[in-house]
Structures are given as structure tokens and as C-alpha cells.
């Protein structure tokens, strides 16, 4: 089973430039979030969804969009990255009503660096 | 409001020594606990969850946790540390609720010396 897969795992980008982290599951999950892990902070949730079509803010959305359009896919964007955004990111899901108490299912991460 | 605090970023134990990895935890309502793993360039794996069931829970890889509600507490042990445990460890809580979100503390870097 291909689980939560991300894409890219490594990218570099200049300041100012934009693009989209791509998440895919295929585990039919309602619940989609992406994370931000930087070194001493744990892991902080940007945004989430509980459904297509619908969103919603996690702790820190600031310079970040999402979609969801369909159950499978939940692309982050990042609209003018910035130094500050270089970080490891993480898709995760959960299908919210077989599992109400919340396992998380992570991709491999995405590693980002904002020159 | 809920949060989890866990203390120093690093712990390093002896190959076949016990291992303790300490998590309290703040909510105003029970919680859902959980512990994830993070091995080097991987996403996070759960470990174990405490539902409010069982207070005791045992999880893969000889990892178990106690839950204990007066001390908010939910550290995570394994009698005998092996080489491979070397990762890190997030303790975590959530509400009850489907829409709760999961709250991750700061994690815990754990070495294991041969």
C-alpha cells in the first residue's frame, strides 16, 4: 500500500519564488493536515481539512494556501517563500470517523530550503 | 486548551539499559495520548495510544506507557534499549472529539551507546 506520499522530498527555492507541495493518500481518509517540523519545535500544523472542500487554519497558516478538491490529494502552497519557511514538511491523515481518537498517518516529509 | 511538555531535547541511554522518556500533559477535558517514533529521514510512526481504556498500554517495539491522570502524566519506557530505538520520540494528546486536533510536543532525541 502506497500510504501518504509526498512530493517532492527536497527542494531549493529563492526568495520570493512560489510552489506546491503535493500529498496524495489512497487510504480513502477524510482527515488531511500538513505539519512543519523545525529543530526544537516539534511539529506545528499549518492547515487542515475534514473533508473536500472544506479547510481550515492550523497554528501557523501565515504565507501558506491549501485546496482540497478530492478525498486523495491536498496540495500546499507557498505563495512567496520566504527564509523563514525553510523547513521539513509532513502530510498526514486519519480517516476521521473509523478513528476518532486521532492516529495520524505521516508521509516521508519534504524538505525545503528558502535561499 | 491542551499541550504537552517534554523535558530536555535529548537522552542518551546504554544498548540494554532502561529507557524513560518523560510526557505531562495539560487539557481540560481526558485526553487521547499518544507517542510517535521518528527514525532519521522518515515521517513520524505511532507507537502506542491511550484511549481511556486500559491505563497500562504496550506498543510495538517493547515500548509500553502509563497513563496517570493525577500526575498528568504519560511517560513512554522499554526495559532494554537495543540500537535500533535510536530515533525521536513526540508525545502528543488530543481531545475527544473526531475534529479535536493533535497537539505534539517538542520531542526527545534518544541515543543509544553501545
Known amino acids: 500500500n502506497a500510504g501518504v506520499t509526498q512530493t517532492p522530498k527536497f527542494q531549493v527555492l529563492k526568495t520570493g519564488q512560489s510552489m506546491t507541495l503535493q500529498c496524495a493518500q489512497d487510504?480513502?481518509?477524510?482527515?488531511m493536515s500538513w505539519y512543519r517540523q523545525d529543530p526544537g519545535m516539534g511539529l506545528r500544523l499549518i492547515h487542515y481539512s475534514v473533508g473536500a472542500g472544506i479547510t481550515d487554519q492550523g497554528e501557523v497558516p501565515n504565507g501558506y494556501n491549501v485546496s482540497r478538491s478530492t478525498t486523495e490529494d491536498f496540495p500546499l502552497r507557498l505563495l512567496s517563500a520566504a527564509p523563514s519557511q525553510t523547513s521539513v514538511y509532513f502530510c498526514?491523515?486519519?480517516?476521521?470517523?473509523?478513528?476518532?481518537?486521532?492516529?495520524?498517518?505521516f508521509g516521508e516529509g519534504s524538505r525545503l530550503t528558502v535561499l | 486548551a491542551q499541550s504537552v511538555t517534554q523535558l530536555g531535547s535529548h537522552v542518551s541511554v546504554s544498548e540494554g539499559a532502561l529507557v524513560l522518556l518523560r510526557c505531562n500533559y495539560s487539557?481540560?477535558?481526558?485526553?487521547?495520548l499518544f507517542w510517535y517514533v521518528q527514525y532519521p529521514n522518515q515521517g513520524l510512526q505511532l507507537l502506542l495510544k491511550y484511549t481511556s481504556a486500559a491505563t497500562l498500554v504496550k506498543g510495538i517495539n517493547g515500548f509500553e506507557a502509563e497513563f496517570k491522570k493525577s500526575e498528568t502524566s504519560f511517560h513512554l519506557t522499554k526495559p532494554s534499549a537495543h540500537m535500533s530505538d535510536a530515533a525521536e520520540y513526540f508525545c502528543a494528546v488530543k481531545r475527544a472529539g473526531a475534529n479535536s486536533k493533535l497537539t505534539f510536543g517538542k520531542g526527545i532525541t534518544l541515543s543509544v551507546r553501545p
Open positions: 487510504m480513502n481518509h477524510e482527515y
Open positions: 487539557s481540560s477535558v481526558p485526553p487521547y
Open positions: 498526514a491523515s486519519t480517516p476521521k470517523r473509523t478513528t476518532p481518537t486521532g492516529e495520524l498517518f
